[in-house]
T-cell receptor, first 111, second 115 residues
Framework: GEDVEQSLFLSVREGDSSVINCTYT??????LYWYKQEPGAGLQLLTY?????DMKQDQRLTVLLNKKDKHLSLRIADTQTGDSAIYFC???????????FGTGTRLQVFP | DVKVTQSSRYLVKRTGEKVFLECVQD?????MFWYRQDPGLGLRLIYF???????EKGDIPEGYSVSREKKERFSLILESASTNQTSMYLC??????????????FGPGTRLTVL
């Protein structure tokens, strides 16, 4: 079946940039999402990108999409301790009509 | 702001008990979802509903049932709880005709422990 993969952990120093990567297998993928889950909370939508775009920027967040390689990344500039959370990549494909979540990447920011 | 609330943040039940998890959304969304979240497995869809009294199985419906009698409320039922149902349960809702792809808004989650 279709799959979305992420690395489980990322550790960065406060003030550095973080890059969280995601790969997916659904060739019909049309919408790709990044969600953030803070400790003890539900998921909060951070941003999304359509498959006809290759980049989207929103303040400190930059999403890059390489459709050929089925690779999505989320870059957080000037990472702060408040960015410590689990980040989930999710994709929806027209063929599968399913929203599939990755395993989540736990970002730890240290001073 | 969309608000999705879940009846309990933490719940402890015994094996064999019937368990009800409640979810309420206040934005008149058509679609509602129940997921479970386990470390290393991400989110897995249990059931969803795109209209009152309608329900569809997700990827892991076994051992669960759902009820949607009113548009704003979606209940997840564990008929006979088992230890392998210990997990974090997340409810979500979305608007729009495409119940799969439209942006989903999540509740805070219920951490269920079955002893």
């Amino acid at each position: 079946g279709e799959d979305v993969e992420q690395s489980l952990f990322l550790s960065v120093r406060e003030g550095d940039s973080s890059v969280i990567n995601c790969t997916y297998t659904d060739s019909s993928s049309t919408y790709l999402y990044w969600y953030k889950q803070e400790p003890g909370a539900g998921l909060q939508l951070l941003t999304y990108i359509f498959s006809n775009m290759d980049m989207k920027q929103d303040q400190r967040l930059t999403v890059l999409l390489n459709k050929k390689d089925k690779h999505l990344s989320l870059r957080i500039a000037d990472t702060q301790t408040g960015d410590s959370a689990i980040y989930f990549c999710a994709e929806w494909g027209a063929n599968t009509d399913k929203l599939i979540f990755g395993t989540g990447t736990r970002l730890q920011v240290f001073p | 702001d969309v608000k999705v609330t879940q009846s309990s943040r933490y719940l402890v039940k015994r094996t064999g008990e019937k368990v009800f998890l409640e979810c309420v959304q206040d934005m008149d969304h058509e679609n509602m979802f129940w997921y479970r979240q386990d470390p290393g497995l991400g989110l897995r869809l249990i059931y969803f509903s795109y209209d009152v009294k309608m329900k569809e199985k997700g990827d892991i419906p076994e051992g669960y049932s759902v009820s949607r009698e009113k548009k704003e409320r979606f209940s997840l039922i564990l008929e006979s709880a088992s230890t392998n149902q210990t997990s974090m349960y997340l409810c979500a809702s979305s608007s729009g005709p495409s119940h799969r792809k439209d942006t989903q808004y999540f509740g805070p989650g219920t951490r269920l422990t079955v002893l």
